[in-house]
């Protein structure tokens, strides 16, 4: 079992940064696939990256790579989401996952947090 809190959200201009960190509960945390996926308003879930248990595989949507970075540490139980070079568009509720495989389909995740609300001005 895996508890998941995302903490670090809130409201910045266009251009700006946010960090969003997921701390989890569990012994088992290390074993995860670290998941973040975000949810705009009227729009369905869509994956934004997730990575291995190792944190040496990562995986990025199109739409934000190059600006989101995400990593994790084990010994914290805290998977993060540095985001970089925000905009409009990335406005929405942020939330975390843990599942057994790296993948982009929300599905496959097990476990989910409550979410943390981003908003970006322009």
């Known amino acids: 079992q895996v508890q998941l809190v995302e903490s670090g959200g809130g409201l910045v201009q266009a251009g700006g940064s946010l960090r969003l960190s997921c701390a989890a509960s569990?012994?088992?945390?290390?074993?995860?696939?670290m998941g973040w996926f975000r949810q705009a308003p009227g729009k369905e879930r869509e994956f934004v990256s997730a990575i291995l248990w190792s944190g040496g595989a990562r995986t990025y949507a199109d739409s934000v790579k190059g600006r989101f970075t995400i990593s994790r540490d084990n010994a914290k139980n805290t998977v993060y989401l540095q985001m970089n070079s925000l905009k409009p568009e990335d406005t929405a509720v942020y939330f975390c996952a843990a599942g057994p495989r790296l993948m982009t389909d929300d599905r496959e995740y097990d476990y989910w947090g409550q979410g943390t609300q981003v908003t970006v001005s322009s």
């Open positions: 569990g012994r088992t945390f290390s074993r995860y696939v």
